[in-house]
């Protein structure tokens, strides 16, 4: 018996414990996605690692212009103005030497395919090129930690099994010979042809573009050379200039002076150049002592003498159009007033190195801004800073040392600011919330600005709860209080039924039958949804002719009358309505109209504020004309009361008309227009676009009623029955009992409703996918596609490489979703408990 | 009646709110029209699609002859410009229907001829049109269906019979035996191949799990260990090699037989005259369905209609899944929910009686609460990611690395697959279960409860044998509607698993038979896919609707028989309080 009994115990607390588990286990499984969330995106956010310096020895004395380094940061060519010099990074020890003969006088890097533009005082253009390679000798298991050696004038790894030869070949190519001297020069080169400016000792600007030809026959390559000149000693004056740069896209070649002093000639005439513009980049005297390219081409990065870095592009003018003017963008200060030594723009990202003659070496991020890493270097006479293409160390080369760091700063690009704020991106005239993730182009940056999906996500939203919120309640509304006993039951279940719909389902009849179907009657549409409720009030005050106790049997028939007369007779005068209103204030065409800023935008305006109209009229009403509108009852018999109601209705609409039509007039007068360049949301009423906001907010709403529906029928349901029997017995009507007791009572609960259908419509995934037209834009168009957070995650993220800065933008892009939804249905939990608690005290 | 009759009707009416009441009955009323609208569309599309119809033929005023089956036909403005170039008559009839013309989809197939699936004819265009008697629709297995006029039945190129009765006697004769060797073939294909697949590739992993060991060996560069590391890898090097060879042996004799098979049942064709004058060879193994369209009695067209039903329902896609049936999609939600719903409904369950019966603190439930709701207003997406990033590639990738590393950086595990999908809709539906079983545990009257207790029972046999019995209804209303979400649910699975087109199916003959680590294919994604994805929309559209007729049906009638068992599970309570 004891036996039994303790096994019995033991079983029954074994069962507490498991249960205790999986009950706590629940929090956890909420718990856990929020921190799993919240981990990925952390990453982001964090400044990277750099590690301690290294320093290597470098074996003979070096004296140098500029530098370059391979892929994997072993191999580095030196240039010093007369040869390149190999060098293996990882010890210093030069490896090959490559001599020029003649005296370089111009020089420029381009770092698209590591090659020098030089030329010299005899006249001569080349091209130096550094071919970096990686040769695999063997292969097989490594281990991850490789040993490294030189042979031949080669870097030899070897790891594990695996042996590779890290070599550089310089070739040298002569492509141009001249009989002046060449002073500075630039050089683009493309598949096969290349454009070069220079500029010679007489200060005439040379701009060629060399092109070789295949022929097809014999396979023999041609070579043509164009040619035109400008002569700028004019211009110019006196002094040299120190830089040629030409941008990527070959429109302007750009002369700067170490005065600051900047001259832009125009190049998109091949044959006629002329200059642009000529001005001093700084006002305050500060002297250029480097600049360069960021990756691209596009920004130029002046370092002064004053410590700064600046980084400049053209940027249209606000004053006129297709007026470009190079404009200071961003300023970095490196926090000592020293010079500018070098700047190195990494290859990978809009990350450039600075390096300052107090041996600072900082590391910035352009477009977000940041200052990735800085540090002072002690004992080295620092004259470049490199980075290799990896982006994962940062070497400093002193005349006889070199220090490394390795980096490890996944995400440059990322701040907080980046991704909630505005940001300037290259080559845009202004901060702008941007997302694009991907795109065609080489050197594309991506942009995660995550506002455009937010604002996506509320103008979905808000529209879906615009048709959902009314629709839901006022169903809710009348199925527990006024629908007859018998129906209830199956009307209840089969908008549960409606509940269980797959979204897939409504998103596929959204996009393919909604959305083609709605293109050829908006106006129709949208006088339906001002026509049906008028012609159901309308229906209401007909009835009220009808004899005192067919009124009072009306329960039955009321639904039956909605369907069969109130419903279609609104539909009926919509379509025939909107077609006169075209006429009238819409020029005949509302689609047309949409998007011709000539037209008046009265009508529209109208057709928006007709909402405020009532409400103003309403308001008046029963603030000033209600009392008088009794006194005139006063007396009258049935009939004539029903027919006076009647005609108040009619007055009471063509005012609502009126005013909203003399709101639309003052606004129109002002000069404020829904369709275009509203602060913020930009317009209300704009170009038509086939899958549109107003067609996923209607079937994002028919998706979201059913739950606002069941709550706050539940809440209606909940509300004591002493109450309502109460309010009956002292004589109130059943309306009277709604409005005045059920409803305050029922309040919070179906508020609570309204925020569970609000996290619903936020989440919403296949009917925006399918039906919003997934453009990441900011405004509040209703005739325009849109993209939300969780449609931009579905599209994306299988895309996404793990770890990588989009990845985990998208886990951010979650995250936002997550807490969105747990701070309304937490909220709308706390108040449903506090209903919970107040009715049952009741 | 008299005495109590209100005289005076100054705030009768306003009492009444007979007005607002339409209003608000309005709102009731539209929701159930759009509901029963929507219900009806996809019924009458979904239903409509398989019916056969005729083939008809148009005579164009431009010579044009065409023929096909009429799928839609719509009203369409006609533009000022052409509406000036039509005779008379037409201007006549289209002045009639308010400026307004008519216009026909008309399928007229032949791809591989035209290059079309699909074209619109305006009724203006139209000469005349006729109904050919011997004109015949074939669906085949590729290029869509086609449209012509049997003219030989042939057998190796060369004809047998010419006349009509001869072609079909022949065709009746040698369809199904074609189809079988077609068959054969395809099962070969698939099972027989795909076994050997498996197989090699597992020796091949097997073989590759005993060279990394060796490397490791060597790497301890402990002599004991490299050499019984060596000799394990020359063993199965071995293995290997004779595995090898006794498969390429067998792979081919199958290719073979495939080969015989292939020359066998390419030899049937029918010759077809197309309306266009074009003649055109169809082997007899590509045609699933042929009829003679105007010909068809009305038990025979009950027949192709429900034959394509049945194809639908368990045939495999076909033609980039615009045709064909969605068996595997069908298949893989099935599975998938079922899988699901042997991880939510236990915890579900266990998390409701902890709730109901355990937990103690006023606090702790409300806390439970709101994480409850919160699981449950949680999007789906977020579920999705939540699912692809720490079930597969946290998870997942853990579970590759011990015991999958011979097929890295191959993922077994660590991408999305069922079982992630599974245990991700777990997640999501959790809260499903939970609400419903609490609601069946409270409905449980507290004096049975007290009863058993007061027989000496613990709380756990209490529960065991008083309370779970009871609340069983309501646990299986949580088990079914939990699965009418899992099977509509699409967002998340797009991330986790859900796949165009399964090369294999979770569950198959091959050992260990459940196959957890496979992605596979669902309805939902089924109707995205096809809906917005495939490039030749006309001809998925149809497809759609049936697929979203056929989820519909599946959802609807689990959540019906939700809520009658609920329903009944109340009533049954509310009498048995005492």
């Not at chain 1, 698209?112 to 550094?130: N, P, Q």
């Not at chain 1, 179907?517 to 001002?530: K, Y």
């Not at chain 2, 992630?420 to 079983?437: C, D, E, F, G, Q």
């Amino acid at each position: 018996m004891r036996d039994k009994n303790f096994a019995r115990r033991a079983i029954d607390s074994l069962a507490k414990y498991l249960i205790t588990v999986g009950g706590i286990g629940t929090i956890v499984a909420v718990l856990l996605v929020f921190l799993f969330l919240t981990y990925t995106v952390i990453p982001l956010f964090k400044s990277g690692e750099v590690s301690d310096r290294k320093s290597v020895v470098v074996s003979n004395e070096l004296s140098f212009k500029h530098a370059v380094v391979d892929e994997y940061g072993l191999l580095g060519v030196v240039f010093d103005g007369k040869s390149f010099s190999a060098i293996s990074m990882f010890n210093g020890e030069i490896l090959t030497k490559f001599n020029i003969d003649g005296e370089i006088i111009g020089y420029n890097f381009n770092s698209k395919d590591d090659s020098y533009t030089i030329s010299d005082s005899k006249g001569r253009l080349m091209v130096a090129k550094m071919n970096f390679g990686k040769n695999n000798i063997k292969s097989g298991d490594t281990t991850g930690n490789p040993n490294y050696s030189i042979r031949d004038g080669k870097i030899v790894e070897i790891d594990g099994d695996a042996e590779s030869e890290y070599s550089v070949d310089i070739k040298v190519e002569e492509i141009l010979q001249k009989d002046y001297k060449i002073v500075l020069v630039d050089s683009v080169s493309s598949e096969n042809s290349r454009f070069l400016a220079f500029l010679d000792e007489n200060k005439v600007l040379h701009i060629d573009l060399l092109s070789s030809k295949e022929n097809m026959l014999t396979g023999e390559i041609s070579q043509t050379i164009d040619e035109s000149l400008l002569d700028m000693s004019g211009i110019i004056g006196g002094s040299f200039p120190k830089y040629l740069k030409i941008n990527s896209s070959k429109t302007n070649i750009m002369l700067f002076f170490e005065d600051s002093r900047f001259i832009n000639v125009d190049t998109k005439n091949f044959d006629n150049p002329f200059v642009l513009e000529d001005k001093k980049l700084f006002n305050d005297g500060r002297k250029i002592t480097y600049l360069d390219f960021l990756i691209g081409r596009n920004t130029i990065l002046v370092g002064d003498d004053k410590g700064n870095l600046t980084t400049w592009w053209s940027v249209e003018s606000s004053l006129s159009k297709n007026n470009f003017q190079l404009t200071n963008i961003h300023t970095f200060s490196s926090g000592d007033e020293t010079p500018v030594r070098f700047i190195y723009p990494s290859k990978r990202d809009k990350s450039f190195l600075v390096l300052n003659e107090s041996n600072t070496i900082s590391l910035y991020h352009m477009t977000s801004g940041k200052k990735l890493f800085q540090t002072k270097l002690e004992g080295i006479n620092s004259q470049i800073g490199l980075m290799n293409q990896k982006n994962n160390k940062i070497f400093v080369i002193g005349k006889k040392n070199i220090a490394i760091f390795d980096i490890n700063i996944p995400h440059p690009e990322v701040t907080f600011k980046s991704i909630f704020g505005k940001v300037q991106y290259e080559l845009t005239n202004k901060p702008e919330h941007v997302w694009q993730s991907s795109s065609g182009s080489d050197d594309f940056e991506p942009k995660f600005g995550l506002m455009p999906l937010i604002f996506g996500t509320i103008k979905g939203t808000i529209i879906a709860m615009i048709f959902a919120v009314p629709i839901a309640i006022m169903g809710a509304i009348y199925t527990s209080e006024f629908a007859h006993k018998r129906y209830r039951n199956s009307i209840k279940s089969t908008i549960e039924v409606m509940a269980s719909l797959p979204s897939v389902v409504l998103g596929f009849i959204a996009a393919l039958i909604v959305s083609p179907f709605v293109e050829n009657i908006v106006l129709g549409l949208i006088f339906c949804i001002i026509m049906i409720p008028f012609s159901l009030i309308f229906m209401g005050h007909l009835s009220q002719l009808l004899p005192k106790n067919t009124l009072n049997a009306m329960d039955r028939y009321r639904l039956l009358g909605i369907a069969i007369i109130g419903i279609p007779f609104g539909i009926f005068l919509g379509m025939k309505t909107s077609v006169i209103a075209e006429k009238l204030f819409f020029y005949g065409d509302f689609k047309l109209w949409l998007h011709t800023h000539s037209y008046s935008p009265i009508g529209g305006w109208a057709l928006i504020l007709l909402p405020a109209g009532i409400f103003v009229t309403m308001f008046i009403y029963r603030k000033f004309l209600y009392d008088f509108y009794i006194s005139i009852l006063d007396g009258k018999s049935y009939t004539i009361c029903g027919l006076i109601e009647i005609i108040k209705f009619f007055i009471l609409t063509i005012a609502s008309v009126f005013v909203s039509f003399l709101f639309a007039a003052i606004l129109t007068k002002i000069g404020i227009d829904l369709r275009f360049g509203l602060p913020v949301i930009e317009s209300i009423m704009s170009t038509y676009v086939q899958r549109n906001a107003l067609i996923v907010g209607f079937i994002m709403g028919f998706a979201v009623i059913p739950i606002i529906y069941t709550v706050s029928e539940d809440a209606l349901n909940a509300v004591p029955e002493h109450l309502r029997s109460a309010s009956l017995a002292t004589g109130a009507t059943q309306w009277q009992t709604v409005v005045n007791i059920i409803l305050p009572v029922a309040m919070s609960g179906i508020f609570s409703a309204v925020m569970i259908g609000f996290g619903r419509a936020i989440g919403e995934t296949m009917i925006v996918l399918m039906a919003a037209g997934n453009t990441p834009i900011m405004d509040m168009n209703i005739f325009s596609g849109f993209r939300t957070l969780s449609a931009n995650i579905a599209v994306e993220l299988p895309e996404a490489v793990i770890g990588s800065t989009h990845y985990r933008i998208l886990y951010l892009a979650a995250l936002v979703l997550f807490v969105m939804t747990f701070i309304i249905n937490t909220i709308a939990e706390l108040v449903r408990i506090r209903y919970r608690k107040r009715s049952s005290q009741l | 009646m008299g005495l109590f009759e209100r005289k005076n009707y100054k705030i009768f009416f306003r009492s009444k709110g007979e007005a607002v009441l339409w209003l608000t009955g309005g709102g009731l009323m539209i929701s159930l029209i759009m509901i029963a609208f929507l219900i009806l569309l996809v019924l009458k599309n979904g239903l409509g699609n398989y019916i056969p119809l005729p083939i008809t033929m148009m005579e164009l005023k431009n010579g044009e002859l065409l023929m096909g089956e009429v799928t839609k036909s719509e009203l369409y403005t006609l533009d000022k410009a052409k509406f000036d170039q039509l005779d008379d008559k037409d201007k006549l009839r289209i002045n009639e229907n308010g400026m307004k013309e008519k216009r026909y989809l008309l399928r007229i197939g032949n791809f591989e001829l035209t290059n079309e699936h699909f074209k619109w004819v305006s009724e203006y265009e139209i000469k005349n049109r006729s109904y050919p008697k011997d004109a015949v629709i074939i669906e085949r297995l590729e290029w869509g269906r086609f449209y012509g006029i049997p003219k030989e039945f042939r057998i190796d190129g060369k004809a047998v019979s010419t006349d009509l009765n001869g072609i079909i006697s022949n065709y009746k004769k040698y369809h199904d035996y074609v189809v079988k060797l077609w068959e054969e073939k395809v099962s070969i294909e698939k099972k027989e191949i795909g076994k050997l697949n498996h197989y090699i590739e597992k020796e091949r992993l097997k073989l590759k799990k005993a060279s990394m060991d060796l490397s490791k060996a060597k790497a301890t560069k402990n002599e004991l260990k490299i050499k019984e590391a060596q000799a394990i890898y020359e063993m199965s090097k071995a293995e290997f090699d004779a595995f090898d060879k006794s498969v390429k042996k067998n792979y081919e004799r199958l290719i073979d037989k495939i080969d015989d098979l292939k020359k066998e049942y390419e030899r049937y064709s029918i010759h077809f005259l197309t309306v266009d004058g074009k003649e055109k060879d169809v082997k007899l193994f590509e045609m699933i369905r042929s009829y003679y369209a105007n010909q068809l009695t009305f038990s025979e067209k009950v027949g192709v209609y429900f034959s394509r039903w049945v194809e639908f329902l368990t045939g495999e896609p076909r033609e980039a899944n615009s045709e064909g049936g969605v068996f595997p999609a069908i298949f893989g939600t099935v599975v998938m929910t079922l899988i699901m719903s042997m991880f939510v409904v236990p915890f579900g369950v266990i998390a409701a009686i902890y709730m109901k019966e355990y937990a103690k603190s006023g606090k702790l439930i409300s806390i439970l609460r709101i994480a409850i709701n919160n699981l449950a207003g949680v999007p789906s997406i977020v579920y999705g990611v939540f699912g692809l990033g720490f079930f597969a590639y946290t998870l997942g990738a853990s579970i590759d690395k011990l015991f999958y590393s011979a097929k890295l950086p191959n993922p077994t595990f660590g991408t999305g697959g069922i079982l992630w999908s599974s245990l991700t809709l777990a997640l999501l539906t959790l809260p499903v279960v939970i609400v419903a079983t609490e609601e069946a545990i409270n409905a449980v009257p507290n004096s049975l409860r007290e009863g058993s207790y007061a027989c000496g029972a613990t709380k756990w046999q209490t529960i065991r044998y008083i309370v779970l019995p009871r609340a069983m209804p309501g646990i299986m209303t949580g088990f079914i509607l939990a699965m009418s979400r899992g099977a509509g649910e699409v967002a998340p699975l797009m991330l986790v698993g859900a796949v165009k087109l399964a090369p294999e199916m979770p569950v198959d003959s091959i050992f260990p038979f459940v196959h957890l680590e496979r992605s596979f294919m669902h309805l939902g994604f089924h109707i995205y896919d096809l809906g917005f994805q495939s490039q030749n929309s006309d001809a998925a559209i149809p497809m759609v609707y049936t697929t979203t007729l056929l989820l519909i049906t599946i959802v609807v009638v689990l959540n019906v028989v939700a809520i009658y068992i609920r329903n009944r599970l109340r009533k049954k309570f509310i009498g048995s309080i005492f």
